[in-house]
């Protein structure tokens, strides 16, 4: 994003990045039991329902293969989406395509990501988000659009996708069929990752250097102050 704004704007930034959520979590197989599915038996995606996250084309893609997986489908619009409208008439035809709406439940949420074959993030515009390194930090193998954003964020550790059907089938069938042992290496290389560059701290502490920086020199516009980022 920073590129972005000195590109299009010829305007230096601040760069601060999302960062993971500092919370007491445990796994747990509650909410795969209450829907009746079993870990390493789905997917999921997650976020608003627009265009530009690319839900009812992932889910469209599931719809038309022969994957034995059920795709579930967190997050909702507010306001009347041609996403939403799409993606309840997938779910009427098959059955794989399981909408939770908004899950207000972290703990849920995150044992969704976290017990998943898959994390596919379709996000194809905004930089990184956060929903993508919610993801990451607990340890969910992750397929994500290609763009440059969501490469900065995993770095070598996920997979992939263009948005044609077939390049996400193959990054879907890559995934299911890793070893036990390279899966659970890219996903502790993954949240490595989360600790060593999105960290709650390291964060915290560069907004406190900016607005401290800001406030000594009695201004707030024109301002950029150098990050680990």
Not at 80 to 104: F, K, M, N, Q, Y
Not at 165 to 193: F, G, M, W, Y
Request: charged share 20%.
């Amino acid at each position: 994003m920073s590129d972005v704004y000195t590109a299009e704007f010829d305007a230096a930034s601040t760069v601060i990045p999302y960062c993971a959520p500092n919370i007491e979590w445990q796994p747990s197989t509650a909410v795969l039991d209450r829907l009746g599915m079993d870990p390493n038996d789905y997917l999921v995606i997650a976020g608003r329902h627009s265009p530009e996250n690319n839900i009812h084309r992932v889910a469209e893609t599931v719809s038309q293969s022969s994957l034995e997986l059920t795709l579930v489908v967190a997050g909702t619009a507010n306001y009347d989406s041609p996403v939403t409208t799409r993606l309840a008439e997938i779910a009427d035809a098959d059955e794989r395509i399981v909408l939770l709406g908004h899950v207000e439940s972290r703990q849920d949420f995150f044992d969704l990501l976290h017990h998943a074959t898959a994390y596919v993030h379709g996000h194809s515009v905004g930089g990184i988000n956060p929903s993508l390194i919610e993801a990451m930090s607990v340890g969910a193998r992750t397929i994500a659009l290609d763009t440059p954003f969501n490469r900065e964020a995993l770095a070598e550790h996920g997979h992939f996708f263009s948005i044609d059907k077939h390049d996400l089938l193959d990054r879907i069938v890559e995934t299911q069929t890793e070893s036990p042992a390279a899966r659970q290496a890219a996903l502790c290389a993954v949240r490595n990752r989360i600790r060593e560059v999105y960290s709650i701290d390291a964060v915290v502490d560069a907004y406190e250097s900016v607005l401290t920086t800001a406030a000594s020199m009695g201004r707030s516009t024109g301002l950029v102050v150098p990050t680990e980022w």
